[in-house]
């Protein structure tokens, strides 16, 4: 048993002739059940962790196992990525095809799920060698927990390449990924359109800003270290055309923890995108002090339409916050079309019954597009793991399947108890909601806000991307602030007027299209909502499709 990358030189006897299968861990997902599932733990960004509490207006979506993806695409070795599998389809795939390697993907929540697939492994396909990766990697005593030959922390790419002995400094190759899948907001599933959702892109993996309840950070080296699979603009630029070539995409979602900080490369990408006329559209994660590093005009000059910013706590210490007036860069980023999510967390070691009100309160008064909450959680690996546990707070009855932050504490909070930890959570989703409206509505007014602010941009780029977006906001999306208008008068009657003043605005801009479809399609939705309210109280939920893909592929002889 192997349990980490370092010194590992062990190869596989057939090296890149072994055939492989990858796998993320079995579905159902949105349910309870003894592997782990959890009916509060759907395989969806925005319903799990950001939209929650809307309701019929929560955006919902899957998003593929990138993970997985990026291996076998950077393997010579035939193989197979089976994404989202009932266990019925795991154990079919173990006994239809001979597998030499079983490599199995997962996170912590979900450790209980690998146990059972590497139980199913051994019995169903004995020859196989079972790699375990991803985060799940973390976890402590893992090696005890699941009958696995390796348990790989880190970085995967390199890890496999050198266990079939092959290159692992040769350049990665990236797959062309789209990014959501079955897409879906007020009842209604949006057409999958080639070209019309974003491309997956992942630059690096890790973070060296280090905050110490950070993860992702940590999985990858923590403070100061970070992978970086694109180390250039032109290598960045290059994967991007690639993509757009294959997939028809003008739109990305960079899935690089804090892009912004490797200066020299985005604005490289920037130069290359003038040169070559790219009207490129960038979601983006970053950090406040990155994007402060940045014009207002460079942003929008690169093309960032949405950026993911930690805004954690008003008060709390992380460096990327310093000197930061959270409240203002969000709305000045609206004022530029840049759609803001933020992302705040609740129960922070200041945090108290009396102040956290107030902090809820600060949070939802930025108004951001998005909002995402999540409980303050140590989860193994990561320094604030280590710190709780050297001081003997950490919870140890709790099931790895409950941890996740979205739940409850699984640690002795100094002031605020775990029961009441999850009212907190639930409070600030709602609050968000209730006050800011339907993240739906708060998108249509960034997008209108940067229309009108650069529609006669001088460089024709950015006028396309806008252009591009309005036509969205002028047609569908204005047949759904018609929709919300009515529908959100139950909740809070302000928050309704400012919709129907945002669709006036909208309406004046575009009088003839905007005002036909909220009179034709705007009625459609409002029953489409009302639809789907009545099926998410009878307890509907939603369930990714499963993948199978093969690679370089043979058929065993
Ligand atoms: C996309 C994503 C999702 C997607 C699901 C993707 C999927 N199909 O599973 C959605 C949005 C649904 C999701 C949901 C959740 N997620 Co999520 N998610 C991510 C995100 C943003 C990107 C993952 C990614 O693709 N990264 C890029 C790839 C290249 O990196 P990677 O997956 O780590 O893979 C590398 C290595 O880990 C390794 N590797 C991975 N698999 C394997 C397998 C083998 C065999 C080997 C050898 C190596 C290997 O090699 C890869 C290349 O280096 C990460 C954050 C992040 N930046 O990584 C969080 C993250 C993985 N999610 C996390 C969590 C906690 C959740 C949720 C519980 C939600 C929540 N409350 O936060 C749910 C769980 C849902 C469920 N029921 O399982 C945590 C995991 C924490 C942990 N320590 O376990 C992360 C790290 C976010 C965070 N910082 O907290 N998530
Ligand atoms: S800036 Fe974000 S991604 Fe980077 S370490 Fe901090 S929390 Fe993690």
Redesign the pocket.
């Known amino acids: 048993m192997e349990s980490s990358t370092e010194g590992f030189t062990e190869t596989h006897p057939k090296g890149s002739n072994a055939r492989i299968l990858?796998t993320?861990v079995f579905g159902p997902?949105a349910q309870d059940d003894e592997f782990g599932?959890r009916s509060i733990?759907?395989?969806?960004?925005y319903h799990?962790?950001v939209t929650r509490a809307q309701g019929s207006f929560s955006l919902r979506m899957?998003?593929?196992?990138?993970?997985?993806m990026?291996?076998q695409e950077n393997i010579s070795a035939p193989c197979s990525v089976l994404?989202f599998p009932t266990r019925k389809a795991f154990a079919r795939e173990l006994t239809k095809n001979h597998y030499d390697i079983v490599?199995?993907?997962s996170?912590?929540?979900?450790v209980g799920k690998v146990r059972e697939m590497c139980r199913m492994v051994r019995e169903l396909s004995p020859h196989s060698t079972i790699?375990?990766?991803?985060?799940?990697a973390?976890t402590p005593n893992v090696e005890t927990m699941i009958d696995a030959d390796h348990i790989?922390k880190g970085?995967?790419?390199s890890?496999?390449r050198r266990y079939l002995g092959e290159d692992e400094h040769a350049p990665i190759r990236h797959p062309a990924i789209v990014s959501g899948i079955e897409t879906r907001i007020m009842g209604i599933r949006i057409p999958e359109r080639k070209g019309a959702t974003a491309a997956t892109i992942?630059p690096s993996?890790g973070c060296p800003m280090g905050c110490n309840f950070?993860?992702?950070s940590s999985?990858f080296g923590g403070k100061g270290k970070f992978v970086n699979f694109y180390e250039t603009g032109d290598e960045l630029f290059e994967v991007m055309c690639g993509i757009e070539a294959k997939l028809k995409v003008n739109s990305f979602f960079v899935?690089d923890?804090n892009f912004l900080l490797h200066r020299t490369r985005a604005l490289r990408l920037l130069e290359l995108m003038k040169q070559a006329g790219k009207s490129w559209e960038l979601s983006i994660f970053a950090s406040a002090n990155a994007i402060r590093k940045y014009t207002m005009l460079e942003l929008v000059e690169l093309g960032v339409s949405w950026v993911w910013m930690g805004l954690e706590s008003p008060k709390a210490s992380y460096s990327k916050l310093q000197g930061e007036e959270v409240g203002e860069l969000t709305r000045e980023l609206r004022k530029h079309g840049i759609r803001v999510q933020g992302s705040t967390i609740i129960g922070l070691e200041h945090h108290t019954p009396a102040n956290i009100l107030g902090e809820i309160e600060s949070a939802v008064a930025y108004q951001t597009d998005f909002h995402q909450f999540?409980l303050y959680t140590p989860?193994p690996?990561t320094p604030l793991y280590k710190e709780m546990a050297e001081q003997g707070r950490l919870l140890t009855d709790i099931d790895p399947a409950d941890i996740?932050?979205?739940f409850k504490f699984n640690f002795r909070h100094a002031a605020i108890s775990r029961e009441d930890s999850k009212k907190f959570l639930d409070l600030a989703f709602w609050r968000d909601f209730e006050s800011n409206g339907p993240s739906l509505y708060r998108m249509c007014q960034t997008m209108l806000l940067g229309w009108q602010r650069y529609k006669d941009y001088p460089d024709p780029r950015v006028r396309e991307r806008f252009a591009r977006e309005v036509k969205k906001l002028s047609s569908a999306y204005n047949a759904a602030l018609w929709a919300m208008e009515k529908e959100f008068k139950k909740v809070n009657r302000g928050v309704s007027q400012r919709i129907h003043k945002l669709r006036r605005e909208v309406e004046k801009e575009f009088p003839v299209v905007a005002r036909f479809t909220a009179a034709s399609l705007g009625p459609v939705l409002l029953w489409s909502t009302r639809r789907e309210d009545r099926r998410l109280a009878k307890g509907r939920t939603y369930e990714p499709p499963t993948f199978l893909e093969r690679r370089t592929w043979v058929s065993a002889t």
């Open positions: 990858l993320s997902y599932s733990n759907p395989m969806e960004l799990n962790q899957f998003h593929r196992s990138w993970g997985i990026m291996i994404d490599g199995i993907s996170i912590i929540v979900n790699v375990v990766g991803g985060h799940v973390a790989v970085e995967g790419i890890w496999m992942i993996v950070c993860t992702t999985f899935m923890e999540m989860v690996g996740h932050g979205q």
